[in-house]
T-cell receptor, first 114, second 112 residues
Framework: GAGVSQSPSNKVTEKGKDVELRCDPI?????LYWYRQSLGQGLEFLIY????????KSGLPSDRFSAERTGGSVSTLTIQRTQQEDSAVYLC????????????FGPGTRLTVL | KQEVTQIPAALSVPEGENLVLNCSFT??????LQWFRQDPGKGLTSLLL?????REQTSGRLNASLDKSSGRSTLYIAASQPGDSATYLC???????????FGKGTTLSVSS
């Protein structure tokens, strides 16, 4: 079956612009995660959605970052007023349950802020 | 705050060698531990998942162990092949089950 898909695969933007990154999880997966992978920083957790529960936003680095998940499926990560330090690969993952299942990762969106 | 450390950061071996990658974590209150593989420019592929109540998992030439009390895990790769060349990431799922905390990875190069 289809895996996690993300779009766009690459995004180049100018400092100060807003960007939206999209994630399509595996059909039927209730858990959805966003991570960021920066050079030298490794992978960092950003936000977690589980079903209709309130999301865990504890990893979002600033209030310029937000995410939503519509209809329990597709998720959009929005970064407002982008800064150069936002340049990274943004990875989305989905899972069938909270703890017992593997997280399946998408290919990522490479964001470059000029 | 949970911290995950992977040693070594990089490893080069000739084809056919058995090797061990190490992972340590500071807080033993974890839900599970996963090992992932990442190829350059690609996403992550899950290799093995060990629940907190388990001691090890095996898949083909891969064996992962977990010692939760000491905060350690190892990934054993038998009879390494050039196709095993990649970055291997260790991650622990926090006890709330909401976030994976990753190490910075071990970059493995297997020469033919």
């Amino acid at each position: 079956g289809a895996g996690v898909s993300q779009s766009p695969s690459n995004k180049v933007t100018e400092k100060g612009k807003d960007v939206e990154l999209r994630c399509d999880p595996i059909s039927g997966h209730t858990a959805l995660y966003w991570y960021r992978q920066s050079l030298g920083q490794g992978l960092e957790f950003l936000i977690y959605f589980q079903g209709n529960s309130a999301p865990d936003k504890s990893g979002l680095p600033s209030d310029r970052f937000s995410a939503e998940r519509t209809g329990g499926s597709v998720s959009t990560l929005t970064i407002q007023r982008t800064q150069q330090e936002d340049s990274a690969v943004y990875l989305c993952a989905s899972g069938a349950s909270v703890s017992t299942d593997t997280q399946y990762f998408g290919p990522g969106t490479r964001l470059t802020v000029l | 705050k949970q911290e995950v450390t992977q040693i070594p950061a990089a490893l080069s071996v000739p084809e056919g060698e058995n090797l061990v990658l190490n992972c340590s974590f500071t807080d033993s209150a974890i839900y599970n531990l996963q090992w992932f593989r990442q190829d350059p420019g690609k996403g992550l592929t899950s290799l093995l998942l060990i629940q907190s109540s388990q001691r090890e998992q095996t898949s083909g030439r891969l064996n992962a162990s977990l010692d939760k009390s000491s905060g350690r895990s190892t990934l054993y790769i038998a009879a390494s092949q050039p196709g095993d060349s990649a970055t291997y990431l260790c991650a622990v799922l926090n006890q709330a089950g909401t976030a994976l905390i990753f190490g910075k990875g071990t970059t493995l190069s297997v020469s033919s």
